[in-house]
């Protein structure tokens, strides 16, 4: 993005596989923004990020990298668990916020985040990188505009190769910390549901199983406030598909992300 102001300055909180691999490389490529500093409990995934884009300021507390003046925006992209935590924390050093989704695993803490944020004159968003995808996008406009008349259905499925057995200590593979299937995958589909949509759900309902590999399968049904009825599945541990169908009185759109 071009613009007549000096690039906001960003620290990253969290160095895991997705900041190395996706979120770092695109902020290179990005000309309103400059990353200045990164933060991670561990050393040698600091050290290796760091090192790999050539961030110079390197911290092992991200409480200390908040006290940071140099700092305009913080993104939040620890595991789910910290979201609340550092993202409160964020928001009362007076920085901007991006926070990775989930928001919260409770709605409650969800409600603590978007009462502050309401609260502060910075910017807070949440990280559903898919409304920004070119096809969403556009299947937006096409739908507000009336083209597919009055939608009727909406079927979507979201799907991955990567497993996460059920045993072990990662916290992708445990719930109570923010892993699994729906907090992984379905929760940006639950997001496009309300973005192309434009209403709220209304009404919900989910079905869920595992096989002896840990993959997990889950098919979620929703009633949406303008009487839309929903259907989406995700899983684990299969083929990689992420795909959506809305259906109207006028016709069919089709998309594949």
């Known amino acids: 993005m071009e613009t007549g102001n000096p690039p906001l300055r960003l620290a990253l909180i969290g160095c895991g596989r997705v900041v190395e691999q996706c979120h770092l490389p695109a902020l290179q490529t990005l000309t309103g923004i400059k990353l200045v500093a990164v933060?991670?409990?561990?050393?040698?995934r600091l050290?290796?990020?760091?090192?790999?884009?050539?961030?110079?300021?390197?911290y092992g507390d991200?409480?200390?990298?908040?006290?940071?003046?140099?700092?305009?925006?913080?993104?939040?992209?620890?595991?789910?668990?910290?979201?609340?935590?550092?993202?409160?924390?964020?928001?009362?050093?007076?920085?901007?916020?991006f926070l990775e989704k989930p928001m919260a695993l409770t709605l409650s803490d969800a409600?603590?985040?978007?009462?502050?944020?309401?609260?502060v004159t910075g910017k807070a968003?949440?990280?559903?990188?898919?409304?920004?995808?070119?096809?969403?996008?556009?299947?937006?406009?096409?739908i507000a505009g009336g083209h597919l008349g009055a939608v009727v259905t909406m079927h979507t499925v979201f799907t991955?190769?990567?497993?996460?057995?059920?045993?072990?200590?990662?916290?992708?593979?445990?719930?109570?910390?923010?892993?699994?299937?729906l907090f992984d995958l379905g929760i940006h589909h639950f997001d496009l549901w309300r973005f192309l949509m434009?209403?709220?759900?209304?009404?919900?309902?989910?079905?869920?199983?595992?096989?002896?590999?840990?993959a997990e399968y889950v098919t979620v049904s929703a009633i949406m406030a303008n009487g839309v009825l929903v259907t989406s599945s995700f899983s684990h541990g299969v083929s990689d598909i992420n795909e959506m169908e809305i259906c109207g009185t006028k016709g069919r759109l089709s998309l594949s992300c």
Not at 47 to 58: H, L, Q, S, T
Not at 111 to 119: E, I, N, T
């Open 39 to 44: 933060a991670d409990t561990d050393s040698a």
């Open 47 to 58: 050290n290796k990020a760091a090192d790999r884009f050539g961030v110079r300021r390197r």
């Open 62 to 97: 991200y409480r200390a990298m908040l006290n940071d003046r140099g700092v305009d925006v913080v993104a939040v992209c620890a595991p789910p668990q910290f979201h609340p935590e550092m993202g409160l924390a964020v928001l009362d050093a007076g920085k901007h916020l």
């Open 111 to 119: 409600d603590r985040l978007v009462d502050r944020a309401a609260g």
């Open 125 to 142: 968003m949440a990280g559903f990188n898919l409304r920004w995808h070119r096809l969403v996008r556009q299947a937006q406009t096409i």
């Open 160 to 181: 991955s190769a990567t497993a996460f057995p059920a045993q072990g200590s990662n916290w992708r593979r445990r719930h109570d910390l923010g892993g699994g299937v």
């Open 198 to 214: 434009q209403c709220e759900v209304e009404e919900l309902f989910a079905q869920r199983r595992c096989d002896e590999r840990g």
